[in-house]
Structures are given as C-alpha cells and as structure tokens.
C-alpha cells in the first residue's frame, strides 16, 4: 500500500501557484520524497525528490516539513498544460529495486 | 520525452489469449521495469531487470513474464489472458546500479482484454 496520504482532487487558477500536499506521517530516516505526474493518457513523468532539504528544479519546488511528515509541491505558475494527476511517493533509494508504490494521486485541474 | 518507446500503443485480444509488449529504453539505462495502470488507479510495479535477469517482483501471478535483451531492450509476456488484464502497461528505464526513485517512463501501451 502506498504510505502516502493526497486529496484527491484540486483545482487552480491559470498563472497562479499551485500548492499540492501530501501526507507520509510514518516516513522512515532514510525515505526520499518523490512527486510524479501523469498527464491524461500518457506516462508518468518524474518532477522532483528530496530527503530533507527543500529542493527546487525548473519544474517545481519541494518543501519538506521539519519533521518530514508532510511535504508540499508547488508548481510557480500553472498553466493549462500541468492539469494532471499528481503522485506523491515515499521510498528508500539505493536498495534492490527502484520499485515505486503509487498511490491514487491529486487531480489538479488548472481553470483557464 | 523520455527516450523510452514502447509497441504496440494500443491492442485487443481475447479471453485466453497470450500477449507480447515490448519496450526500448532509453539510451544508457540498463534497468526496464514494468507497471500496469488499470482504469483510475495508480501504476503497480510488475517487475524489473536488470542486466537481463529480474531482480525484483510485485504481486503478479508467473503468467507475467518478461526479457531482456543485451541492447537492454524488453518484452512483457502475458499468458491465459483475462479480463481484468485490461489495463495500461508501462516500461520505465533508469540507470540500475543507482537504483532511485527517478525512472523514465513510455506512453504504454493499452491492452483491452474482450
């Protein structure tokens, strides 16, 4: 089962911040954050992952709770094209597998 | 684009039926897994290889079976199709010896069981 905890639908205004949450109270030390996104149809496609620190690409920023139980993406500008299911995942890396449990994800619907 | 193609896109077959779906990974990776999405629901982990030998499974009957090639290149192989094998199948490639979180995944390849 997925360790992860999201509403499963949100909606934004076009060229506001998104903000999507995710819950993983029982995360362990060393369990990275991992955000995915699935565009209708197509295959998820990797955003963005962090431990502790907050993190930020070109695509997205990561912030991550001092205690490390909840986390949040926030997508800067949203745009038509980011409406997408959005998945949260918690997961140790280095191990035998880069195995990802998927959970139902965030709807994010992005409003014209 | 992730560099991770996939065939057929879309396919149907019928109860009973055997199925192949092949996947080409992305240039330098050497690990392929594979999910299957059925309908409203998130990616389940089939299994992965890694230098052609599977090193990892989910909780998916031995009718699912897979290869690898030496070009890193895979086959999914289903057997004694049912219904409930309707579903999005997808291959992701990564670099296997780091073994993260970040894979590439293709489009699929959506198979409809009749």
């Known amino acids: 089962d997925a360790k992860t905890t999201q509403p499963p639908s949100m909606d934004c205004a076009e060229g506001r911040a998104a903000n999507l949450p995710c819950n993983h109270s029982t995360i362990s030390g060393n369990e990275y954050v991992y955000w995915y996104r699935q565009i209708h149809s197509q295959g998820p496609q990797y955003i963005i992952h962090?431990?502790?620190n907050n993190e930020t690409n070109e695509m997205a920023s990561l912030i991550i709770t001092e205690d490390r139980k909840s986390s949040t993406l926030i997508l800067p500008h949203a745009t038509l094209r980011d409406t997408a299911v959005y998945y949260c995942i918690v997961r140790v890396d280095g191990g035998a597998t880069n195995k990802l449990i998927f959970g139902t994800g965030t709807l994010l619907a992005v409003q014209p | 684009e992730t560099g991770v193609t996939q065939s057929p896109t879309h396919l149907i077959k019928t109860r009973g039926q055997q199925v192949t779906l092949r996947c080409s990974s992305q240039?330098?990776?050497?690990?392929v897994s594979w999910y299957q999405q059925a309908l409203g629901q998130g990616p389940q982990f089939i299994f992965q290889?890694?230098?052609?030998?599977?090193?990892g499974r989910g909780n998916f009957p031995p009718r699912f079976s897979g290869l690898q090639f030496p070009n890193y290149s895979s086959e999914l192989n289903v057997n004694a199709l049912e219904l409930d094998d309707s579903a999005l199948y997808l291959c992701a490639s990564s670099l296997g010896q780091l073994n993260t979180g970040e894979l590439f995944f293709g489009e699929g390849s959506r198979l409809t069981v009749l």
């Open positions: 290889y890694y230098r052609e030998e599977e090193n």
């Open positions: 240039s330098g990776h050497n690990t």
């Open positions: 962090g431990l502790k």
